[in-house]
């Protein structure tokens, strides 16, 4: 079984402030991890992706991730807010094995303040 | 090279009526992924599918839904006699075949169906 819990369902920052956004995962066996950003009416775009290489992930717009295994944990990060960044970003795990299916958290809705 | 296509964007039904929602994946891509967004809510997995193939139908309520990947053609999302309930964002996702036992491919998310149940 695997499972994501998203702490914050909702995150503002300042503008040029550091971004971060939390995100715990579950799993029986080793993840894969993955960060997507949803913004509104749209499908989700893939920021960046965890696969058992190195630990520290750089993705797309200047956000990067850090795999903890010893804390289940796979926050995002960015270094400078801003504007365009307002979305919901939504933190998914995939187990490895025959199960392909992504669990997904809830959520955290970054609100970008000018 | 197109992304996921799915279609339509958006779509109303009353109550008792079909609701067929197609995705197109990339090309190339040969599995095929469902998912259910409710409002204020993340994303639920419904179904994986290869061509003419259920792989896994887990996340698929056992009745009034169903889908389908043929060997032409978009693959369909069934919704008979829908209710309120029913109502969300579906989105599609396609994927290359996995490289090896156990291997991830990253999953493309279409722009998505919103459904509105009168």
């Known amino acids: 079984a695997q499972s994501v819990t998203q702490l914050g369902s909702h995150v503002s920052v300042s503008e040029g402030a550091l971004v971060l956004l939390r995100c715990n995962y579950s799993s029986s066996v080793p993840p894969y991890l993955f960060w997507y950003v949803q913004y509104p009416n749209q499908g989700l775009q893939l920021l960046l992706k965890?696969?058992?290489?190195?630990?520290l992930v750089k993705g797309i717009n200047g956000f990067e991730a850090e795999f903890k295994k010893s804390e289940t944990s796979f926050h995002l990060t960015k270094p400078s807010a801003h504007m365009s960044d307002a979305a919901e970003y939504f933190c998914?795990?995939?187990?490895?094995?025959?199960?392909?299916?992504?669990?997904f958290g809830s959520g955290t809705q970054l609100t970008v303040l000018p | 090279n197109a992304g996921v296509m799915q279609n339509p964007r958006h779509l109303v039904r009353r109550r008792g009526q079909e609701a067929r929602l197609r995705c197109s994946p990339m090309k190339g891509h040969s599995h095929v992924y469902w998912y259910r967004q409710l409002p204020e809510e993340g994303l639920k997995f419904m179904v994986y599918?290869?061509?003419?193939?259920?792989?896994?139908e887990s996340g698929m309520p056992k009745e009034r839904f169903s889908a389908e990947f043929p060997k032409e053609g978009p693959s369909i999302l069934r919704i008979q006699q829908v209710v309120r309930g029913d109502s969300a964002a579906y989105f599609c996702?396609?994927?290359?075949?996995?490289?090896?036992?156990?291997?991830?491919?990253?999953?493309?998310f279409g722009p998505g169906t919103r459904l509105l149940v009168l």
């Open positions: 965890y696969t058992s290489a190195a630990t």
């Open positions: 998914a795990v995939s187990s490895s094995g025959s199960a392909r299916q992504l669990t």
């Open positions: 599918l290869q061509k003419e193939n259920i792989i896994d």
């Open positions: 996702a396609s994927s290359p075949r996995p490289s090896g036992r156990g291997s991830q491919e990253t999953q493309y």
